[in-house]
């Protein structure tokens, strides 16, 4: 299925959003819909935009960029900051670029700002204030980085529920938006109701808690077969500080903790996926939240039946708009 450039005139191609937690199988989906749209894919993954991180965020295969490209994979240095207000920015950059040779719009992924940034309105926030957050970089530098969490625990638990660990930069950004206008960081994004475009279809993925658990280990055990802690040693050998955002995501923060000797490989192993499983817990609660939503439960590995249903289901769109 190939579809032609769009003519002026002419509805707009649908968007697919494929949603849901890490090791639902997300990725396999969007790539069937590719391959039956012949259609590119945006990440919607927060981290799988940094380079040289490719084993610890799962990244897909050259091989299968070669034949399926994607918008938002490996653009980004380690130390480049980015929100989901920039993403928002850029989706409307990359979809008018994809539908204009009209064809359907995938994003897949499991970042909950990313795509509610897509689907939710935000309100207007204030510009960064660089005197907030050069007091907040003291506070961690002093008290460490504990106490930005704990003090964000304090006036924003629900934005700290949505964020991966220690996330220095969001931590900041959302304590900096509270000590500007005491209202917390998830009040300007949480208080009103799912807007989806009527073109757009939201899909989230689930499974059975112990299939999905078992899926995790299994990909837990094949990124450390394939290098996980050779990928961490080569992007600190080239200087990017451990303590990057971007470097303090699940199974990076476990391996950097191993090499500077505080976890053996095993427990480094165990930590990781613990903490991978408590990151779907998280995802699953927020993604639950959300009307205006379609849910799959998935078992095994159902990637054509699913894309049989998706394909209808934006077909129906399309005949509607």
Request: net charge neutral; with cysteine; aromatic share 6%.
């Amino acid at each position: 299925m190939k579809p032609a450039n769009r003519t002026p005139g002419t509805p707009q191609p649908p968007t697919v959003i494929i949603a849901g937690p890490t090791a639902t199988g997300k990725t396999d989906l969007s790539l069937e819909l590719a391959r039956r749209f012949d259609a590119p894919v945006i990440s919607a993954d927060a981290r799988q935009c940094y380079k040289y991180m490719d084993i610890g965020t799962g990244k897909v295969t050259p091989d299968i960029l070669a034949e399926t490209p994607h918008y938002h994979t490996s653009s980004l240095s380690p130390d480049e900051p980015f929100t989901a207000a920039d993403f928002h920015d850029r989706f409307l950059e990359w979809s008018r670029e994809i539908a204009e040779q009209g064809k359907p719009v995938i994003v897949a992924g499991g970042s909950t700002l990313y795509i509610e940034s897509l689907i939710r309105p935000l309100d207007q926030l204030p510009p960064k204030n660089e005197a907030n957050i050069r007091e907040l970089e003291r506070k961690a530098e002093q008290d460490g980085l504990d106490s930005i969490q704990n003090k964000l625990r304090e006036v924003d638990p629900a934005y700290l529920e949505r964020i991966d660990g220690l996330n220095r930069h969001r931590m900041f950004r959302a304590l900096d938006v509270w000590m500007q206008t005491g209202r917390p960081f998830s009040s300007f994004h949480s208080n009103r109701p799912l807007s989806p475009p009527k073109n757009m279809l939201v899909i989230c993925l689930d499974r059975d808690r112990q299939e999905l658990h078992d899926r995790i280990s299994r990909r837990v055990d094949q990124m450390i077969a394939d290098g996980l802690v050779d990928e961490v040693r080569k992007i600190l050998g080239m200087g990017y500080d451990p303590g990057l955002q971007a470097l303090q995501t699940v199974g990076y923060r476990e391996v950097i903790a191993h090499l500077h000797g505080e976890y053996t490989e095993t427990e480094m192993a165990a930590h990781i996926k613990t903490g991978t499983r408590r990151y779907a817990r998280r995802q699953l609660t927020w993604f639950r939240r959300w009307e205006q939503v379609t849910w799959i439960l998935q078992t095994g590995k159902p990637e054509k039946k699913i894309a049989d249903k998706v394909c209808k289901m934006t077909e129906e769109l399309a005949a509607e708009a």
